[in-house]
Nanobody, 115 residues
């Protein structure tokens, strides 16, 4: 059974940094794209950043220049380095991975940015 487990969330002051990590278990293949999503209270889940198996990245406009997504294909791991955090970045962050038509989700990790 494939599981994605996030870690690295927490409480940080505005302007600070956090690094989120996501590790997959029960996987015998390499994911196609991996991504991070987030969901703030009362809002829909939104895409934060994606990375393909070839390393191509894409970011939401709101995080461009502040967040960096990276992955280790051999380990099916993906990370999100978040710098210059803002209170608006407060949300539950979810790891996402795709293998052809199958999509997997982690359980989420809370990120809270205080002003």
């Amino acid at each position: 059974q494939v599981q994605l487990v996030e870690s690295g969330g927490g409480l940080v002051q505005a302007g600070g940094s956090l690094r989120l990590n996501c590790a997959a278990s029960g996987v015998s293949f390499s994911f196609n794209a991996m991504a991070w999503y987030r969901q703030a209270p009362g809002k829909q889940r939104e895409l934060v950043a994606t990375i393909t198996s070839g390393g191509r990245t894409n970011y939401a406009d709101s995080v461009k220049g502040r967040f960096t997504i990276s992955r280790v294909n051999a380990k099916n791991m993906v990370a999100l380095q978040m710098n210059s955090l803002k209170p608006d970045d407060t949300a539950v962050y979810y790891c996402n991975a795709e293998h052809f038509t199958t999509i997997y989700w982690g359980q989420g990790t809370q990120v809270t940015v205080s002003s």
